[in-house]
């Protein structure tokens, strides 16, 4: 039987290393097109320029990156180090046909998102006017863009780095004709009395966002694909509440279409995704 990559960077490593550090090594990495993000423990920081070589090697990339700290501030940027190979980290990461150009070491990209972004592909359809409120470097626009072919796509970044990536994507995976991106806060820039659907795929205070998602439907009807973070006993009554409370100011109804768990965040609070359908 084939060995598992982990085991043979493991089998590599242990010849380089305190064998009793060995057992620190992470299992786990975002590969992010030719680069590989890993964890490392304060144990193994003496070590970490001959870690990432291992790490780099056994899964194919050019440069290894050191996440130091989570994903920080408004923009979400990564805090990480090079800890092997280039600096230049700018690459193309490709997944479900979709060609995301980003560099890893300004911007976050989750693997965990993953199926999220999948099924974003197939929530819309030609006659529909989408705004992504947080669209990042496409994240979900792109998926919704090349297989749902919307009418329009309203994709709102603040991020200038981030934009500027979403700008190339969009070009990138011929998605011109169907996306419009916009830069600046949305509260700001979004459009309004326009969205058949709107998606809201942002943790920081994202309730505080819901006007804005209300103000940019058509007449205040439509749905909305809401984030938020989630205690496990509150779901989904606590995003659910949040969007109701919003709703009564416009004067409109809530119907629950869909619960989606996204992934786990901290013990016992998940990442949530609600659908809803908002109506008078
Ligand atoms: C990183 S994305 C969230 C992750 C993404 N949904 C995914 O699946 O990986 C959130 C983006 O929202 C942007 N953002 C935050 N506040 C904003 C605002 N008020 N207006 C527009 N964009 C904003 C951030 O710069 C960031 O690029």
Same mark, same amino acid.
């Given at each position: ?19 009793? +550090?060995?057992?620190?090594?992470? #299992? !786990?990495?975002? /590969? @992010?097109?030719?680069?590989? *993000? ?103 626009? +792109?998926?919704?863009?090349?297989? #749902? !072919?919307?009418? /329009? @796509?309203?994709?709102?970044? *603040? ?122």
């Amino acid at each position: 039987m084939q060995e598992t990559p982990f085991k043979s960077i493991k089998k590599t490593v242990s010849s380089l290393i305190p064998s009793e +550090l060995v057992h620190h090594l992470p #299992s !786990k990495w975002e /590969k @992010i097109g030719s680069v590989v *993000i890993i964890k490392l423990p304060e144990e193994l920081s003496r070590y970490k320029e001959i870690i990432g070589k291992v790490y780099a090697e056994g899964l194919g990339c050019t440069t290894t990156l050191n996440e130091k700290g989570g994903i920080s501030g408004v923009y979400r940027t990564p805090v990480v180090e090079v800890i092997f190979g280039s600096h230049q980290t700018e690459t193309i990461h490709t997944e479900n046909g979709i060609r995301f150009k980003v560099d890893p070491q300004q911007i976050m990209f989750s693997s965990g998102n993953m199926a999220e972004r999948r099924r974003m592909a197939t929530i819309s359809d030609p006659n529909e006017t989408v705004v992504d409120l947080f669209a990042g470097i496409g994240y979900f626009t +792109l998926p919704i863009a090349i297989y #749902s !072919k919307p009418k /329009k @796509i309203v994709a709102c970044e *603040i991020n200038p780095v981030a934009f500027d990536y979403l700008c190339a994507n969009v070009v990138l995976n011929h998605a011109s004709s169907i996306v419009e991106p916009r830069f600046g806060d949305n509260r700001e820039i979004a459009p309004k009395d326009c969205a058949d659907r709107v998606v809201l795929g942002y943790l920081q205070d994202p309730q505080g966002f819901l006007p804005v998602a209300f103000a940019c439907l058509k007449n205040h009807t439509g749905i909305l694909h809401y984030h938020e973070l989630v205690p496990f006993e509150l779901i989904p009554q606590q995003p659910l509440s949040h969007i109701e409370q919003v709703a009564r100011c416009f004067d409109r109804c809530v119907e629950l279409l869909k619960v989606n768990e996204i992934k786990s965040y901290a013990p016992r609070v998940n990442h949530m995704v609600l659908d809803v359908r908002i109506s008078k």
